[in-house]
Every structure is written in structure tokens, then in C-alpha cells.
T-cell receptor
Framework: EAAVTQSPRNKVAVTGGKVTLSCNQTNNHNNMYWYRQDTGHGLRLIHYSYGAGSTEKGDIPDGYKASRPSQENFSLILELATPSQTSVYFC????????????FGEGTRLSVL | GQQVQQSPTSLVLQEGENAELQCNFSTSLNSMQWFYQRPGGSLISVFYNPSGTKQSGRLTSTTVIKERRSSLHISSSQITDSGTYLCAMDSGTGGYKVVFGSGTRLLVSP
């Protein structure tokens, strides 16, 4: 069964600390995405990837890095976390051109104190 | 840049009433989708609807590309329909980059 799994599901971090959010998909999708969701903004795209080894900047990449070491895994890295990065983060995977919506993970709730 | 405007921002219905959710796009689009999200939950695709009308049970989506708009109609609403409905568009430029609206929060009460 197609799945996108995020870990951790909840995270509390301190300002200035490093945070890594992980995403794994078993769908053999080429494309993977990281979004954050905040009240009043919907979902905003941070980084995305077309395949292993590729990362692309989305609409709000500042303060975030991404890593795609394999087809299955896509990580979002906050090198120096700030309180403004407190949010809910969603990972998604999709296959470009197959007329299907991307599949989303359950989300990671991050609080930066 | 691409913008997606959803309306209304929130909606309260009595069970059994119908709802009409709107989505307007600032640029031409290649595809659009409707998603449903429970509070604190993930997003579930409801419709992938590049153009025309699609129906699934009590839900109907209509997209008019040349007018840059899409609607989601919920008939005979049920309490379990409560949640947030988001529309998203892909302009077809720069790869598969989906832009979301802010969502409509729907509450269906008994």
C-alpha cells in the first residue's frame, strides 16, 4: 500500500539547535516535497526534489536545507532553528505526469522554544 | 507569483444543508486539486480535476480553466464532512510545483 511516513511526529527544539525532519515513501515516486502549514497561509512549499540527489528551492526556502539521499528518503534540515519555524510540516510524494494528486504524510508538529 | 484565493474562509452548516466552496487562481493552471484535512490530520485528495465537472458521491467539483476558478459542492452535508478543504493548483511551469489556498474550515452541526 502506498505510504508516506514522517518522523518524528512531534518535536520540541531549542532556539539555535539543529533539527532534522525525515520522510520515507514506499511509492517509488520520483518527486518529493516539504511543506509547512500555518494558520492563514495554507500549505507553503519549502523544498522539493525530482529524484535521488536533487533538491530544489520552493517558495520559502530560507532557513531550511533539504537532502534526498535516495528515492525513498527526503529530509528537511533546520541548521539553526528559530521560533518562527514553529509549525506543522508535511512531506508528500508524487509522480510527475501521472494525473494523480500527491500523497501526504501525517505531518510533524515542531515547536521551537 | 501564483496565488490561490479560497472562499469562504469558514462555514457553519446544519446537517443536511448544502455547501459551495470556491477557489480562484491568479494565473493559468495546468491542473488543480481539492484536498480534505481533519483537524491535526493529513491531507487526503478529494478530486484531481484539471477541467470540467467530476462527481463522487455527495461531492461535485467543477473547474473552468479559462475563468481560472474551481468550486466544490457538498450536498446533504453530514457531521463527518467537518474539517478543512484546500484547493491547490499547478501552473505546469518549473516542474510539478503545487500552490495551495488557505483553506475553508467547514463545521457541520447536528
Amino acid at each position: 500500500e502506498a505510504a508516506v511516513t514522517q518522523s518524528p511526529r512531534n518535536k520540541v527544539a531549542v532556539t539555535g539547535g539543529k533539527v532534522t525532519l525525515s520522510c520515507n515513501q514506499t511509492n517509488n515516486h520520483n518527486n518529493m516535497y516539504w511543506y509547512r502549514q500555518d494558520t492563514g497561509h495554507g500549505l507553503r512549499l519549502i523544498h522539493y526534489s525530482y529524484g535521488a540527489g536533487s533538491t530544489e528551492k520552493g517558495d520559502i526556502p530560507d532557513g531550511y536545507k533539504a537532502s534526498r539521499p535516495s528515492q525513498e528518503n527526503f529530509s528537511l534540515i533546520l541548521e539553526l532553528a528559530t521560533p518562527s519555524q514553529t509549525s506543522v510540516y508535511f512531506c508528500a510524494s508524487g509522480a510527475q505526469g501521472d494525473n494523480q494528486a500527491p500523497l501526504f504524510g501525517e505531518g510533524t508538529r515542531l515547536s521551537v522554544l | 507569483g501564483q496565488q490561490v484565493q479560497q472562499s469562504p474562509t469558514s462555514l457553519v452548516l446544519q446537517e443536511g444543508e448544502n455547501a459551495e466552496l470556491q477557489c480562484n487562481f491568479s494565473t493559468s493552471l495546468n491542473s488543480m486539486q481539492w484536498f480534505y484535512q481533519r483537524p491535526g490530520g493529513s491531507l487526503i485528495s478529494v478530486f484531481y480535476n484539471p477541467s470540467g465537472t467530476k462527481q463522487s458521491g455527495r461531492l461535485t467539483s467543477t473547474t473552468v480553466i479559462k475563468e481560472r476558478r474551481s468550486s466544490l459542492h457538498i450536498s446533504s452535508s453530514q457531521i463527518t464532512d467537518s474539517g478543512t478543504y484546500l484547493c491547490a493548483m499547478d501552473s505546469g511551469t518549473g516542474g510539478y510545483k503545487v500552490v495551495f489556498g488557505s483553506g475553508t474550515r467547514l463545521l457541520v452541526s447536528p
